[in-house]
């Protein structure tokens, strides 16, 4: 068994240098790259991949930056758990596509890229498993320009929503180094709040892309289920709920790297309505006037902090303010049956992870190299039925069915997306000896109450840092879609972004702050 990794800075760049990267030397502490920190910090992936097309920059120069960004940050945080190796012709083929030669970061977890470990957070899999090849979403990725870096931390199989796997050691918030940077996708929005990338792969089954998003201050989209391919490994991720896209800092990148990845590739189980026109043109048109819900209610596992309630109400007076029509108003559907439908895919998803790895990294699986929550949930997955399996699957098209009719009557839908600010690292704690997988089920969704709903609906859903805590840190909203309908998504978040700008906000832990 591997302990959990603590890195200095030191011994951060001693370890990138061993991967012997070809092509694409660090840079020594203290050496200027082609941006100063400043500059390559206030770039978001569009404005790096301009300078660029311009010639103003190399992709090796950019990667540079990032590597000197990651060196600096990194230990203080401990987003990045891996780097990964870039030679000159990687580089290369990296200039062309919409972010041609944009520094990028993967999730350690579901997406595939050929020969790079993919650990998911697990002393299961830890330094036994690699990707065989690349996955049709990081065929897109490689596509659209970016160059792959290294591999963000996440929590064991991504089952949770603040990221303190105990393989490899918590992920800090660069807003307050004691509180959680979210998850799953953890590693993910920490290093793009601290600067290291602009931005950064990251997947959502129950609010993985939002939540982290809201405890960093980014921009988050889920897109709607079908949008991006999971393939070829895998065809419905959690049953239906899980996606893969990114987070950014800034709307029009989501919405770049969206059209640059969705559509459908070959043996997907869904194919929805291609966009009528490139998400980039949505961001910089002005929505019609939009019919908005909003409601606080967390519902029965749990209540809304005072704070979040009063962040809510002022962006549903911002909405008014901005032409729209807004009331107070929520879905109406089963909770009860939700939740347990929730539960049962969760842990049967899980299980059979865990059940179809294990032969191949030659483990068997252990209290020793799983979590307490990841081994009751493995327990409960294998004792299920499959009768039990296909009723979770009813009940989920039951919430389906109750929750569509209100979205026909409004346009979105805005609700917080925590119940509360940024919470204190080991408050999540998923490794707690004894811990069941329903125990830790109803912990994780009493502190994210409002997200999960729409990953069993397959609705779009946004996170946007549109608010702050009394201490400053950040509190996310999100908006929900019409199913299919990422453009007045994008639409609605351009014309927010511009109203209540955030892409100058910066975490004390910043790139800029500690290398400038």
Request: hydrophobic share 45%; charged share 15%.
């Amino acid at each position: 068994m591997n302990p959990p990794r603590s890195t200095t800075r030191r011994q951060f760049v001693q370890s990138a240098a061993a991967l012997g990267v070809s092509g694409l030397p660090l840079m020594p502490v203290g050496a200027r790259a082609a941006l100063s920190p400043a500059e390559y910090t206030r770039h978001d992936a569009t404005g790096l991949a301009a300078l660029v097309r311009k010639g103003e920059v190399s992709a090796q120069e950019l990667a540079q930056c990032a590597h000197a960004a990651m060196s600096t940050v990194n230990p203080r945080i401990n987003a990045v758990i891996g780097l990964i190796a870039v030679d000159a012709g990687a580089l290369q083929q990296a200039a062309s596509g919409p972010f041609q030669g944009v520094p990028f970061l993967l999730k350690d977890v579901a997406i595939g890229a050929q020969g790079v470990p993919r650990e998911m957070g697990s002393r299961l899999l830890q330094g036994v498993f690699r990707s065989q090849h690349d996955s049709y979403l990081m065929t897109r990725f490689r596509k659209a320009g970016l160059v792959s870096l290294g591999r963000t931390n996440t929590p064991e199989f991504a089952f949770n929503v603040s990221t303190e796997p105990a393989a490899f050691g918590p992920t800090r918030n660069p807003w307050d180094l004691r509180l959680s940077a979210g998850g799953s996708s953890g590693g993910s929005a920490a290093a793009v709040a601290a600067g290291i990338v602009p931005m950064a792969h990251a997947t959502d089954g129950g609010g993985s892309i939002r939540i982290p998003a809201a405890h960093n201050g980014l921009f988050g989209l889920k897109p709607t289920r079908g949008r991006v391919s999971p393939g070829p490994e895998v065809a419905d991720p959690l049953f239906g709920m899980g996606v893969d896209f990114a987070l950014s800092r800034s709307v029009r990148d989501s919405a770049a790297l969206l059209d640059a990845v969705e559509g459908p590739a070959p043996g997907d189980p869904y194919t929805i309505a291609r966009p009528q026109r490139p998400y980039a043109i949505e961001v910089h048109t002005a929505p019609r006037r939009l019919k908005v819900a909003f409601h606080v209610d967390a519902g029965q596992l749990g209540s809304t902090d005072p704070q979040v309630v009063s962040a809510v109400r002022k962006t549903a007076n911002l909405l008014q303010s901005l032409g729209h029509h807004v009331e107070e108003a929520q879905p109406k559907y089963d909770e009860e049956l939700f939740h347990a439908a929730n539960l049962r895919l969760w842990t049967a998803f899980l299980a059979s992870g865990v059940a179809a790895l294990s032969p191949v990294v030659g483990r068997v699986p252990s209290p020793e190299n799983l979590e307490s929550s990841s081994w009751s949930s493995y327990l409960a997955g294998k004792r299920m039925t499959a009768l039990e399996l296909a009723e979770a699957q009813a009940w989920m098209n039951a919430i389906c069915r109750q929750v569509a009719p209100f979205f026909s009557q409004y346009d979105v839908l805005l609700t917080p997306v925590m119940a509360a600010p940024p919470l204190p690292l080991g408050t999540l704690n998923a490794n707690e000896a004894g811990l069941s997988a329903e125990a830790h089920y109803r912990r994780v969704f009493q502190h994210a109450p409002f997200t999960a709903l729409y990953n069993m609906t397959g609705q779009p859903a946004m996170s946007l840092p549109l608010a702050s805590s009394h201490e400053g840190l950040p509190i996310g909203m999100q908006i929900v879609g019409q199913y299919g309908d990422e453009a007045t998504l994008f639409q609605l978040a351009g014309q927010l972004e511009r109203a209540l700008p955030w892409a100058q906000r910066r975490p004390p832990v910043h790139a800029s702050h500690v290398m400038g």
